[in-house]
């Protein structure tokens, strides 16, 4: 997006900041049963941890469905890169569960990016970020 209609969207990738300091910030984001967080934009590579199991699905800003799935088993870690090309397209997340759940976003605030592109997710296994039109991670 650019121009002067451009909207702003957070870049806090959670609801609360539970840690910052010049290299990292910390975030989590706890989403009640079937709640959800809105559009925000991440800017920095970052690692997501869960702590516990959950099922979120992420909608793009533009997109009439929410094609990105998220599913985590206890422990599940995920590292996105952003790159230095621009912010991630705005998303908004929602709880797939009937209770609560909880995750965290590190932000690596401290280093440029060593890639100029988005790249897919990697994982530890213990989970997926799947798009669901291609099958593949997002």
Same mark, same amino acid.
């Given at each position: 997006?650019?121009?002067?209609?451009?909207?702003?969207?957070?870049?806090?990738?959670?609801?609360?900041?539970?840690?910052?300091?010049?290299?990292?910030?910390?975030?989590?984001?706890?989403?009640?049963?079937?709640?959800?967080?809105?559009?925000?934009?991440?800017?920095?590579?970052? &690692?997501?941890?869960?702590?516990?199991?959950?099922?979120?699905?992420?909608?793009?800003?533009?997109?009439?469905?929410?094609?990105?799935?998220?599913?985590?088993?206890?422990?599940?870690?995920?590292? @996105?890169?952003? $790159?230095?090309?621009?912010?991630?397209?705005?998303?908004? &997340?929602?709880?797939?569960?009937?209770?609560?759940?909880?995750?965290?976003?590190?932000?690596?605030?401290?280093?440029?990016?060593?890639?100029?592109?988005?790249?897919?997710?990697?994982?530890?296994?213990? $989970?997926?970020?799947?798009?669901?039109?291609?099958? @593949?991670?997002?």
């Amino acid at each position: 997006m650019s121009g002067s209609s451009e909207q702003a969207y957070t870049t806090n990738p959670g609801d609360t900041l539970v840690f910052e300091n010049e290299r990292v910030r910390v975030w989590s984001m706890t989403l009640p049963p079937h709640g959800m967080y809105d559009f925000h934009q991440h800017r920095h590579d970052h &690692i997501i941890i869960w702590p516990d199991t959950g099922t979120v699905e992420a909608q793009e800003l533009g997109d009439s469905d929410w094609p990105l799935q998220q599913t985590a088993e206890r422990g599940y870690v995920a590292f @996105k890169t952003v $790159g230095t090309g621009g912010p991630m397209t705005p998303h908004r &997340i929602r709880n797939l569960e009937d209770r609560e759940v909880t995750h965290y976003v590190v932000e690596l605030i401290s280093e440029t990016s060593p890639s100029s592109e988005q790249l897919p997710v990697v994982t530890n296994g213990r $989970g997926s970020a799947l798009d669901t039109r291609t099958g @593949k991670p997002y």
